[in-house]
């Protein structure tokens, strides 16, 4: 299990969960590989299933805000807004609401604006990697 997760207390771990919850739906794409990932993040956290399901369905980036926001650690709530980020890049794609919706929420959550472009900047870095490595194996075939 990651570090941080694994110092997470049971409501902390249930609002990352909340997180990424809301970053996956924020396309409105209920998949089966979203369900998956949800259900994998959800047992490394130490919940099940049914645990995850019950979990808050957060509408709004102002309500998502809010629940990161009770996380009195930093750390943590960078942990979250980084781990939304890389979920919202997944698919290689990043809409202009993903992203402004990751702004509002880290912002109003107390995270840095510097931060959180700090973090965008990690991710496409990494996008960048996989994309070269990908050339780099189909090159000259």
């Known amino acids: 299990m990651n570090t941080f997760t694994a110092e997470m207390n049971d409501e902390e771990k249930s609002i990352y969960l909340e997180a ?8 409105k794409t209920d998949t089966p590989e979203n369900k998956d ?13 049914k645990q995850l399901k019950a979990l808050q369905r957060i509408k709004t980036a102002e309500e998502m805000a809010a629940e ?15 781990e939304m980020i890389m979920v919202a890049l997944a698919d290689h794609e990043l ?25 965008f900047l990690w991710a496409a870095q ?10 780099l194996v189909e090159k000259d075939l």
């Open 126 to 135: 990494g996008l960048e990697w996989q994309i070269e490595g990908i050339r």
């Open 68 to 82: 990161i926001k009770k996380i009195p650690s930093v750390r943590k709530k960078r942990f979250i807004i980084r």
């Open 95 to 119: 809409s202009d609401q993903e992203m402004c919706d990751i702004y509002k929420i880290g912002t109003a959550a107390g995270i840095k604006e510097d931060k959180i472009n700090d973090f």
């Open 37 to 49: 990932f949800l259900l994998q993040q959800a047992q490394k956290a130490g919940f099940d299933k």
């Open 20 to 27: 990424l919850k809301y970053i996956l739906g924020a396309e």
